[in-house]
């Protein structure tokens, strides 16, 4: 059997930077210690009301979302996170209870955020001569917004959302290119707090209908055990494999972000079982926690949820969501096959084996024992893919099938063991009373995150955009590749400090556009998809970006390694997946943007894991032995032959042949693959651990 021991302390220090980045940050008793999970289930049965048999006006749904998650923020996490010594300060970081003021702000902010629902027709009749009322409402409601930030996501999303709104007042007095006409105090109110333009737009309204729906799918699904079922089927196919627990932890990784959406959730999820497996084998705790980092950030990469952002890419791009999980698949999954590849590569260098037989579970026997744990995941893939109905409605109908699995999982095994009926009934209704609350806990920072990027989206719609794409010109100078790198760093530097679909929003209102534009200008045509994905890339890559990669952190306090050294080794292992959006944002193939042919898809996602190889091997100095000078160069070429097909068949000569330049760079990798089988030694016995 699988086993697996990580120090309780370890463990809590893991699980305390999960809750800070994601969930909660007091620990309260008596009482109070139910308030937060009735609110939290309260949340989510409002939500699945919505989805199923409550109508309500799309306005109202965003309010009553928003003063949901305020109010959970206020009364989850204290004004400051470490005590403070001063007797006023340390009040306002009381962990241990929920203090007055605390209350206060969350009755406040839930009234302020639901202001818009209580004088909708008011508003409604005097758009553009707000009262004095609706201004200092709406001005409150800004800054308590901005205060609920601060408190779940850190502040960089606060100061970020700052500087837009005095940029908004100061734009007239900034210098050439950053000069920008500004707007008044009412015009700014009232586009962020009495519309759905700011504050309550398109991010907001997606999270409130969709969104939420999938994080409960994913918590349920948790909560009824397919969480170590992951595990247990990728360490019972990889397992005895040299390296094996490594790549063991990439397909659990994998399969567990599909819907947890969440880097640092994964990582404490999977991390405690396969970092101390790797370390096991032989893997350096750096690199065991490292590997964990990789792969559960690249988790969000993966479809159906992609850290909650694919909804609203699919909604800003005015596109069917399961075109944006098409669009997702070949560059997700090549980025996990290539990390696999690493773990194998780093296996071989380290002269590792695999797990000892006794320590694998059974294939065979895992898989039938919880073959149950897949029927939701089918019937919500069946409801997009087949069905093509909503994404809201395929998340209710998948949540509706787990909330009648649970109980009836818990009946048969009860059954089997010879256990009273009525302790499967009492652990069933506990299962899906502790996911109603961890969907609610969940979504908290989720909900605040995207209402306060939406002050920096309600901005940007008053004519910022404008000044934007001609700043980035200016800097750029108009090189197209310039604005690329510029986009991507920006990406990465904010995502350090900001949630993904947080992160995302942002770029995509400040950049994504920039890229369409200023490549139009170029001459170059990209379509608005690749754009947004390659924004989203690069907002996920920070969550291992030293120095704050909190993914990094959760996996160092797990695996006992330094958390820099364990970030800038994950962030190594990554460089994979930074490469790939230069790759698709020029070739749209990878993307299968236009691409109606099953085969020729089918060669796409071939040719492109064979090239992710490549050049995991350039980078890695290795293959299957330590690769030559020649070999490495031979395995780059192999690269991007593969991966801009059509620019170097049009340099060869032949336009619009892009398969001459597949063969080519096929041609180069196993090339390589011969030269170095030919001097490779032996494999010594125990590729398997026996």
């Known amino acids: ?17 999960f809750e800070e980045a994601e969930g909660i940050t007091k620990t309260l008793g008596g009482w109070q210690s139910w308030l937060i999970p009735l609110i939290a289930a309260a949340w989510s049965l409002f939500q699945l009301s919505i989805s199923s048999f409550v109508l309500l006006e799309a306005t109202v749904i965003r309010a009553v979302h928003l003063a949901f998650a305020l109010s959970l923020v206020f009364l989850a996490h204290p004004m400051f996170k470490k005590p403070r010594k001063n007797q006023v300060l340390k009040y306002l970081s009381i962990r241990e209870r929920i203090t007055l003021l605390d209350f206060a702000l969350a009755i406040v902010a839930a009234v302020l955020a639901l202001y818009i629902v209580l004088d909708y027709v008011g508003i409604s009749q005097r758009q553009g001569s707000p009262l004095t009322r609706d201004l200092f409402i709406g001005f409150a409601l800004v800054i308590l917004l901005l205060e609920a930030a601060r408190r779940v996501v ?4 606060t100061i970020v959302a700052t500087a837009f709104i005095f940029y908004g007042f100061y734009g007239p007095y900034m210098p050439g290119p950053l000069a920008f006409k500004g707007v008044s105090f009412n015009r700014l109110i009232g586009q962020l707090t009495l519309s759905t333009e700011g504050i309550y737009g398109v991010p907001l309204d997606v999270s409130a209908t969709i969104v939420f729906l999938f994080v ?19 360490f019972s196919l990889l397992g005895r494999f040299k390296g094996g627990p490594a790549k063991a932890a990439v397909l659990a990784s994998g399969l567990t972000g599909m819907v947890s959406g969440s880097s640092i959730a994964n990582t404490v999820t999977t991390g405690t079982f396969t970092i101390p497996m790797m370390k096991s084998v032989g893997y350096p705790a750096y690199k065991a926690g ?9 988790g969000q990469l993966m479809p159906p949820i992609m850290g909650a952002a694919a909804f609203i890419i699919a909604e800003y791009c005015n596109v069917e969501y399961v075109e944006v999980i098409r669009a997702a698949f070949i560059p997700a999954v090549a980025s996990y096959f290539a990390l696999m590849f690493i773990t194998h590569i780093e296996a071989g260098k380290l002269g590792l084996k695999g797990m000892p037989k006794e320590l694998v579970p059974p294939f065979v026997k895992t898989f039938v024992n919880g073959l149950h744990f897949l029927i939701p995941l089918v019937v919500l893939i069946v409801e997009l893919v087949v069905f093509r109905h909503s994404p809201q409605l395929a998340a209710f109908r998948a949540i509706i099938a787990l909330a009648i699995l649970i109980p009836v999982q818990n009946i048969i095994t009860n059954i089997y063991r010879g256990k009273p009926l009525d302790n499967a009934l009492k652990r069933s209704v506990v299962q899906i009373w502790e996911a109603l609350v961890a969907g609610g806990k969940n979504m908290m920072g989720i909900g605040v995150a995207v209402a306060a990027a939406g002050i920096i989206v309600g901005i940007v719609t008053l004519g910022l955009g404008g000044i934007i794409t001609e700043v980035i010109e ?5 090189n197209f590749i310039l604005i690329l790198l510029i986009t991507a760093f920006t990406s990465l530097l904010l995502g350090m400090g900001l949630p993904t679909t947080a992160n995302y929003i942002v770029m995509a209102s400040l950049t994504a556009p920039v890229i369409v534009t200023l490549g139009a200008d170029a001459g170059v045509v990209f379509p608005l998809l ?24 959760a996996a160092s306090a797990i695996a006992k390694s330094d958390p820099i050294k364990t970030g800038i080794q994950g962030f190594r292992y990554d460089i994979r997946t930074a490469i790939l959006p230069f790759m698709f944002i020029f070739n749209t193939d990878l993307l299968l943007i236009g691409i109606n042919s099953l085969w020729y898809a089918a060669w796409i996602f071939f040719a492109t894991v064979i090239a992710m190889f490549a050049f995991v091997s350039f980078v ?4 299957m032995v330590k690769n030559r000078w020649y070999e490495g160069v031979l395995m780059l ?6 991966m801009r097909p059509y620019l170097f068949a049009g340099k060869l000569g032949f336009e619009n042949q892009p398969m001459v330049s597949y063969v080519i760079g096929l041609s180069c990798f196993f090339a390589v693959y011969a030269f170095q089988r030919m001097r490779k030694e032996p494999e010594p016995a125990g590729e398997f651990e026996s």
């Open 474 to 478: 200016v800097i750029s100078g108009g």
């Open 1 to 17: 059997m699988l086993e697996h021991k990580v120090d309780q302390k370890d463990l809590e220090e893991a699980q305390r930077i």
């Open 290 to 298: 490292a590997v964990e980092v990789a792969c559960s950030t690249n």
């Open 530 to 553: 690749a754009a947004h994905l390659f924004v989203f890339f690069f907002g996920i890559l920070a969550d291992d970006t030293p120095p704050v990669g909190l993914a990094a952190f």
């Open 620 to 623: 890695q100095n290795f293959f």
């Open 216 to 234: 409960l799918f994913g918590a349920m699904l948790d909560k009824a055990g397919a969480g170590k079922y992951f595990v247990d089927i990728a």
């Open 154 to 157: 850190g502040p960089a999303l």
């Open 637 to 642: 070429v192999s690269f991007m032959l593969i």
